[in-house]
């Protein structure tokens, strides 16, 4: 069975920086990517990263490139999502899901079912 942990929620003002882990044990996909996703209130659930943990190749949408930054941890299939910069509008719920790629939609991934996703972490971005 597959485990999915997340951490590092916080509270943090605006152009501050806050770090989050998403570890993946027990029985894991090989090949695999790791995606960070973010839901605020009454938003659509939408891609901030992906990271191919084989490869080490990432995707990060125009919203958060340059700011955010995945790396990942290979000896304990942990990635580490590092925000920086963060804006009002970073102001979310985050989640990080085992997929077996980058190239999904939102609603592929989410489908891909609930044991792949991790419990969800909630970021808030205010003065």
């Known amino acids: 069975q597959l485990h999915v942990a997340q951490s590092g929620a916080g509270l943090v003002q605006p152009g501050g920086s806050l770090i989050l882990s998403c570890a993946a044990s027990?029985?894991?996909?090989?090949?695999?990517?790791i995606g960070w996703f973010r839901q605020a209130p009454g938003k659509e659930r939408e891609v901030v990263s992906c990271?191919?943990?084989?490869?080490?190749?990432?995707y990060y949408p125009d919203s958060v490139k340059g700011r955010f930054t995945t790396t990942r941890d290979d000896a304990t299939n942990t990635v580490y999502l590092q925000m920086n910069s963060l804006k009002t509008e970073d102001t979310a719920v985050y989640y990080c899901?085992?997929?077996?790629?980058?190239?999904?939609?939102?609603?592929?991934?989410?489908?891909?079912?609930?044991?792949?996703w991790g419990q969800g972490t909630q970021v808030t971005v205010s003065s």
């Open positions: 899901a085992v997929l077996p790629g980058c190239a999904m939609t939102v609603k592929q991934a989410m489908a891909v079912g609930d044991d792949y």
């Open positions: 027990g029985l894991i996909p090989d090949p695999f990517a």
């Open positions: 990271i191919r943990l084989s490869a080490g190749t990432t």
